[in-house]
């Protein structure tokens, strides 16, 4: 009966083994999905006063999350606007201060044009006319030197004021950093901060992407790179029950330009051994399809 027993296990292993290898040998590489994971930081620091945020949830571009305490910025603006205010307040009024000087000009010609009509009537004389001609001449080069300094008191001030412009640009774009905004569509893998809590600049704030379609790596032999070629189609197949496939149409996106060593995920130190190249598959997600599930290629 012993033997009969011990019989039965060792035919049972064989067949196990058989299988097993057999199975392998239907595929031409076994790999892991992945996707492109991005990380999203803050931009800004302080408070984060809304971050309405779940895991697993899809989200649109675009989407408003929540914010970061601005109040500090925004008093600083109004406290540069106030300074710009003051230093603009001392800028000269160009109009007003020339104004009596250039009446005094609008009547030296009148009255030149008087003058010469007088001259030519036999009422005034030649000297009269360079007289006034004289002073027209003088008033407008004060006019022109008063222009000249009003305008540079001008310029002096908005270059003062120029810096503190800046300042408030750089405030407004430090609010508008401080509005949380999804920048990609996709869904939400993990949340790594919750609000009340404080946010600097670098701290992430959740992990995203888009699994609308997944990658498959996976390593193949130098001898089969033969077999494959870039934006190939190719089968993959990914586990739905004990003993069934779900079959899914994939693409070569990309191929490893040099070999590496076999990664340590595989069991045995002797297949770890060996020189591989990794390949990535893109495949269109139905929503069964998980980051880290194994998937198997068939290339032809």
């Given at each position: 009966?012993?033997?009969?027993?011990?019989?039965?296990?060792?035919?049972?292993?064989?067949?196990?083994?058989?299988?097993?290898?057999?199975?392998?040998?239907?595929?031409?590489a076994?790999?892991?999905?992945?996707?492109?994971?991005?990380?999203?930081?803050?931009?800004?620091?302080?408070?984060?006063?809304?971050?309405?945020?779940?895991e697993?949830?899809?989200?649109?571009?675009?989407?408003?999350?929540?914010y970061?305490?601005?109040?500090?910025?925004?008093?600083?603006?109004?406290?540069?606007?106030?300074?710009?205010?003051?230093?603009n307040?001392?800028?000269?009024?160009?109009?007003?201060?020339?104004?009596?000087?250039?009446?005094?000009?609008?009547f030296?010609?009148?009255?030149?044009?008087?003058?010469?009509?007088?001259?030519?009537?036999g009422?005034?004389?030649?000297?009269?006319?360079?007289?006034i001609?004289?002073?027209?001449?003088?008033?407008?080069?004060?006019?022109?030197?008063?222009?000249?300094?009003?305008?540079?008191?001008?310029?002096?001030?908005?270059?003062?004021?120029?810096?503190?412009?800046?300042?408030?640009?750089?405030?407004?774009?430090?609010?508008?950093?401080?509005?949380?905004?999804?920048?990609?569509?996709?869904?939400?893998?993990?949340?790594?901060?919750?609000?009340?809590?404080?946010?600097?600049?670098?701290?992430?704030?959740y992990?995203?992407?888009?699994?609308?379609?997944?990658?498959?790596?996976?390593?193949?032999s130098?001898?089969?790179?033969?077999?494959?070629?870039?934006?190939?189609?190719?089968?993959?197949?990914?586990?739905?029950?004990?003993?069934?496939?779900?079959?899914?149409?994939?693409?070569?996106?990309?191929?490893?330009?040099?070999?590496?060593?076999t990664?340590?995920?595989?069991?045995?130190k002797?297949?770890?051994?060996?020189?591989?190249?990794?390949?990535?598959?893109?495949?269109?997600?139905?929503?069964?399809?998980?980051?880290?599930?194994?998937?198997?290629v068939?290339?032809?």
């Amino acid at each position: 009966m012993n033997r009969t027993f011990y019989s039965t296990i060792i035919v049972c292993l064989l067949y196990f083994i058989y299988s097993c290898s057999d199975k392998k040998n239907v595929f031409d590489a076994v790999g892991v999905f992945e996707s492109d994971e991005i990380i999203i930081s803050s931009e800004a620091v302080g408070i984060l006063r809304e971050f309405k945020l779940e895991e697993g949830v899809e989200l649109d571009s675009g989407t408003y999350l929540g914010y970061i305490d601005t109040t500090q910025l925004h008093l600083k603006i109004k406290q540069i606007e106030a300074q710009i205010m003051a230093i603009n307040s001392k800028k000269p009024d160009v109009i007003k201060q020339l104004g009596s000087l250039k009446e005094q000009l609008s009547f030296l010609e009148r009255e030149k044009t008087r003058l010469i009509n007088l001259y030519e009537a036999g009422a005034a004389n030649q000297k009269q006319i360079d007289d006034i001609s004289s002073n027209i001449e003088v008033l407008k080069k004060q006019i022109e030197a008063n222009k000249s300094s009003l305008e540079i008191t001008t310029s002096s001030i908005d270059m003062e004021t120029a810096p503190l412009i800046l300042q408030i640009k750089q405030l407004n774009d430090q609010i508008r950093k401080s509005i949380i905004i999804n920048p990609i569509k996709g869904t939400v893998l993990s949340k790594f901060a919750y609000e009340n809590e404080l946010a600097t600049i670098g701290k992430p704030l959740y992990k995203i992407s888009d699994i609308s379609s997944l990658v498959l790596r996976v390593y193949i032999s130098g001898e089969q790179l033969d077999e494959i070629k870039l934006n190939q189609s190719v089968k993959v197949f990914v586990d739905s029950d004990k003993e069934n496939y779900k079959k899914y149409n994939g693409t070569i996106e990309w191929i490893s330009r040099k070999s590496e060593f076999t990664p340590k995920t595989i069991q045995t130190k002797d297949e770890r051994a060996n020189l591989v190249y990794a390949i990535k598959i893109r495949v269109k997600n139905d929503g069964f399809i998980k980051i880290g599930m194994y998937g198997e290629v068939k290339f032809q």
